[in-house]
């Protein structure tokens, strides 16, 4: 998986060498950093891919401002000079979605769908281990998607309030009721390849006995 990961680009920097995480304790990527990693030279290119990925993501009946939020900077072009550059915060689902919407004839797309389809199942045989982040994540999601549809929130920036009002709340709530903060929660005693192990060999009894 490491070297997997090291060969998204060159430079040996990886997907998750480049997550970000807020004040709410929420991952989040930067695309004009994804696009980097992804190798992609133009950004025209690439948002390119951010737009088809933006549209599997309503198809699928989900809000894309949810999953790419808008995060413009202004950037030093010289003389003192500045100009506005567009960027986006992604969730891990966002950068899921530029991989598979991206050229695949790229080598490192092609890796980084792999990667993603391999990290999507260490995650349904590990999903016990991290319940009580699971659960604190799939609530916000959801709330924040609610909100989105029930405010008929349409702007990008009118939904980084939101996501980040819900995600206040939750931490709030989580902090009231004497929980752990997700950042806070221990790393599971069982390695995702010892579980990954384990889940093959209730597969193989399974067949046997069923």
């Not at 709410?24 to 990925?53: M, P, S």
């Not at 990667?115 to 995650?123: D, E, H």
Request: net charge positive; aromatic share 10%.
């Amino acid at each position: 998986m490491k070297k997997l990961e090291k060969d998204f680009n060159s430079n040996n920097q990886t997907f998750e060498d480049i997550k970000h995480i807020d004040e709410n304790g929420t991952e989040y990527w930067y695309a004009r950093e994804l696009q980097e990693v992804l190798d992609y030279k133009e950004w025209r290119k690439f948002e390119n891919a951010i737009e088809k990925a933006k549209k599997a993501c309503e198809n699928t009946g989900i809000s894309k401002f949810g999953h790419f939020v808008g995060a413009d900077k202004m950037v030093q072009i010289g003389s003192g000079a500045k100009r506005k550059q567009k960027d986006y915060k992604l969730t891990r689902y966002a950068c899921y979605l530029i991989a598979q919407n991206g050229d695949s004839r790229k080598k490192v797309i092609a890796l980084a769908q792999t990667y993603f389809a391999i990290q999507t199942r260490k995650q349904e045989i590990s999903e016990k281990e991290y319940s009580d982040e699971l659960i604190a994540n799939l609530f916000r999601i959801s709330q924040t998607e609610q909100k989105l549809r029930r405010d008929n929130i349409q702007t990008e920036k009118a939904a980084y309030i939101t996501h980040n009002e819900v995600g206040k709340i939750v931490r709030k709530a989580i902090e009231k009721a004497g929980g752990t903060m997700p950042e806070d929660l221990p790393t599971p005693k069982k390695s995702s390849k010892q579980l990954e192990k384990e889940n093959k060999k209730k597969s193989i009894k399974r067949r046997l006995y069923f």
